[in-house]
């Protein structure tokens, strides 16, 4: 079992930035894959990044590239989303979640854990 703990989250305005954490417990944290989703009020969940095991590897969703970084440290069982340049279409509640596997999925149905989830709002 694997327990995820979102923190981060707030109100900000259009064009600032924000950096999300999620802390892992419960299996040690370099045997799975990371990704960070989110879901707008009346949407469906969607994929944003994720990042590999090691972390050598990364994905991100075309919405986000070159405005979103997702990276990790297994020293600190903790995978981030540093996001930039936000728009109010970015507003959500981002969810992270786990995967036992090397590789950063893109599908949710990949993901064994997930995070209760932390609330961005981006107002414009």
Avoid: H
Avoid at 15 to 25: D, E, I, K, Q, T
Avoid at 37 to 62: C, H, L, M, W, Y
Wanted: proline share 2%.
């Amino acid at each position: 079992q694997v327990q995820l703990v979102e923190s981060g989250g707030g109100l900000v305005q259009a064009g600032g930035s924000l950096r999300l954490s999620c802390a892992a417990s419960g299996r040690t944290f370099s045997t799975y894959a990371m990704g960070w989703f989110r879901q707008a009020p009346g949407k469906e969940r969607e994929f944003v990044a994720a990042i590999s095991r090691s972390g050598d590897t990364t994905s991100d969703a075309d919405s986000v590239k070159g405005r979103f970084t997702i990276s990790r440290d297994n020293a600190k069982n903790t995978v981030y989303l540093q996001m930039n340049s936000l728009k109010p279409e970015d507003t959500a509640v981002y969810y992270c979640a786990a995967r036992l596997g090397s590789i950063a999925s893109p599908r949710i149905g990949a993901y064994d854990w997930w995070g209760q989830g932390t609330q961005v709002t981006v107002s414009s």
